[in-house]
């Protein structure tokens, strides 16, 4: 069965620190990860995409890397800021194109000053 | 220009009533998802539509809920006599066709918020 697992479910770090989240997915085969922000009462914004051939992807402040091999992602947020507080969301395609993704519950991230 | 948006922002219904709940997606998007997403939980698919393909309908739970996408753009999510478990924030995205499809971006709209009483 295809799964996206997150952790923590959720985290709560002081303002100017960093922090890393957890994706491990069963999802196969595999065509890309994504990481999505999202925050309350707003729909997921995009942060980064990645195939498999791509072990780290930077946007700003935030970097996902994945290891297709061990099925693992992670998204790191260096020197958070209050506006960071959100949701985010990992998601897996199954396949390549216009077909239905897999979406993890997300972890929630509370930056307070 | 203007993203995804969906209609209403929030409803509130009584258990056996009816609901549409509306999308309209980016200009030029040739393919709609529908999500909907409980309170605590993970975004769960419930249809997607691809150009004048048929739609995947795996995800609907129940033939209470239906969907239509009209002429390629509009479109709108149907509950039946909706229950309680349909409380959830329904969203919806559109899709960029990229030239490598590994890379598509989906944009989601701000949600429907349901209730029902």
């Known amino acids: 069965k295809n799964q996206v697992e997150q952790s923590p479910q959720s985290l709560i770090i002081l303002e100017g620190k960093n922090c890393t989240l957890q994706c491990n997915y069963t999802v196969s085969p595999f065509s890309n990860l994504r990481w999505y922000k999202q925050d309350t009462g707003r729909g997921p914004v995009s942060l980064t995409i990645?195939?498999?051939?791509?072990n780290t992807k930077s946007n700003g402040r935030y970097t996902a890397t994945l290891d297709a091999d061990t099925k693992q992602s992670s998204l790191h947020i260096t020197a958070s800021q209050l506006s960071d507080s959100a949701s985010y969301i990992c998601?897996?395609?199954?396949?390549?194109?216009?077909?239905?993704?897999?979406f993890g519950k997300g972890t929630r991230l509370s930056v307070i000053a | 220009g203007a993203g995804v948006s969906q209609s209403p922002s929030n409803k509130v219904t009584e258990k056996g009533k009816d609901v549409e709940l509306r999308c309209d997606p980016i200009s030029g998007h040739t393919a709609l998802y529908w999500y909907r997403q409980s309170l605590g939980q993970g975004l769960e698919f419930l249809i997607y539509f691809q150009g004048n393909s048929a739609p995947d309908k795996s995800g609907l739970p129940s033939d209470r809920f239906s969907a239509e996408r009209t002429g390629g753009s509009v479109s709108t999510l149907t509950i039946q006599r909706t229950q309680q478990e349909d409380s959830a924030v329904y969203l919806c995205a559109s899709l960029e066709t990229s030239i490598n499809p590994r890379t598509d971006t989906q944009y989601f709209g701000p949600g429907t918020r349901l209730t029902v009483l």
């Open positions: 990645m195939t498999f051939s791509e």
């Open positions: 998601v897996v395609s199954a396949r390549s194109g216009n077909t239905p993704l897999v």
